[in-house]
DNA sequence: TCATTTTAATGGTTCTACCTTTACGCGGCG
DNA sequence: CGCCGCGTAAAGGTAGAACCATTAAAATGA
């Protein structure tokens, strides 16, 4: 299954580059996905039915089936029952790729935090056009159970922040725009992976913190763009500042 | 080389999931390029070296390397001399990963450009808050460059359209924040890829442009934040109208 | 009926052999 | 002297077969 056969009609110039035999297979696979051919959750054929269909070596095969998975677009499972299947669409690649960058050049908590600021800005005052009442319900609801959490004592801590989180989610759906939740939770994603470890969690402070989320809910409710944006910034400043301040600015 | 030897010692408990070989292997030459022990440009051994150094399977290593490199993170050669070389890094792995999502999911120009226009709006607050005399004189510079190639008539237009990137991507720099750039290059050649096809080049079309890239850099130069996002705002606005008429909407 | 064992399907790994591509050197020819 | 071409060897690419490891499901037995 080497490639000799390259066309040579002599006016009709093409691809010079000749396909290696996986990137054929990834191709071929990848399209009958993005194409709807192949839906989420269905189980392509056992390697070796594959091997047979391509009409490669394993080898080869797995190769391809190793870059698909690794674009998160497949998932191999092990054992009877096993094999590849076709994985729901995640921006979890976008954000394993940018953590590469991140930790690769060595980007400060300031730079990804200042993004954020703008990002949540700009989504804070999208939602704020946008909130139907349904939205604006669900917000003030989640500002609701932030509060209950907080009034359960520090124990509750740990829950008061997931619903911080779901809080950011929520008004980044109702901003309407999936590439902003996309870049939205890489970005959190990626802030919690490198500089999550022990930011300080005192009551002042989630009070502060909770007061930001109800503030930003209001102004989204009234459709206040301009205000939720400001509350937006003033949220995210607030909660970079207290980072930074535990995280003494690296010195390389 | 098949793992059996997994630890059992009753009380320290670990890691139950069982690593793959070529996940350990990616694992650790991943480590030594993020650690710096490889650089840029550095050429892995032969794969029948590091077969002997991991102690694998030519297969398993293979499937290793395929993974790196789709990564991004190495670039495997072909032919004596050939190999596996570490790649500078570049956000093109975020951008490949960003654009499976926007094509599987079917992401409109609209919600692109939406994007785009609060974005290329933060980016110009940034760099008019934050530009340099040099800084400015290099806006000027391009935007003279682009007067420049328009003046010489429509078979200079793709000429201007580099131009027209370039100053974008100068903006980028100017504001001083990596993520910024990568991600606004990252949208960028996103547009591009999708919705770049036969946009029209009519002259005032162009010169509408150029002005707005006139006034940006002036705002940048000025220092005046608030009029550098709003320029922004309309110069994208203006240029997702004009490709939203030429692409009816998809009803799908 | 439920727990346990067995079995078979399926991915994971290894080994070996051979093909293909390409840099580099050597030798002949102008 | 130079350079063109051709051979050679190093390195990745592919193939195929054998075996290991994991797991769901079927068979078995209490």
Not at 179 to 184: D, G, K, M, R, T
């Amino acid at each position: 299954m080497v490639r000799t056969d390259r066309p040579k009609s002599p006016l009709s110039f093409q691809e010079a580059k000749q396909n290696k035999v996986f990137e054929d297979v990834v191709e071929q696979i990848e399209e009958a996905i993005l194409d709807g051919r192949l839906k989420t959750g269905d189980r392509l054929p056992a390697e070796r039915e594959l091997v047979k269909l391509f009409g490669t070596s394993r080898g080869t095969l797995r190769e391809a089936l190793r870059v698909l998975e690794q674009k998160g677009l497949i998932e191999i499972r092990l054992g009877v029952r096993g094999g590849a299947v076709v994985r729901p669409v995640t921006p979890e690649p976008v954000t394993e790729s940018l953590a590469l960058l991140i930790r690769h050049q060595r980007v400060s908590l300031e730079h990804l935090a200042e993004f954020r600021e703008g990002l949540e800005a700009n989504v804070a005052a999208l939602a704020a056009q946008r909130a139907t009442p349904a939205d604006r319900e669900a917000l003030r609801q989640l500002v609701a159970d932030a509060r209950a959490e907080l009034e359960q004592g520090p124990e509750h801590y740990k829950q008061f922040m997931r619903v911080d989180s779901l809080f950011h989610t929520e008004v980044g759906r109702i901003a309407g725009n999936p590439v902003y939740a996309w870049i939205l939770a890489t970005i959190h994603a990626n802030i919690e992976r490198f500089f999550d470890r022990k930011l300080p969690r005192t009551a002042p402070l989630l009070d502060e913190n909770l007061q930001d989320l109800h503030e930003i809910a209001e102004a989204v409710a009234q459709g206040d763009a301009a205000r939720a944006r400001e509350r937006a910034i003033r949220h995210v400043r607030r909660f970079c500042g207290i980072m930074a301040e535990e995280d003494p600015p690296a010195s390389d």
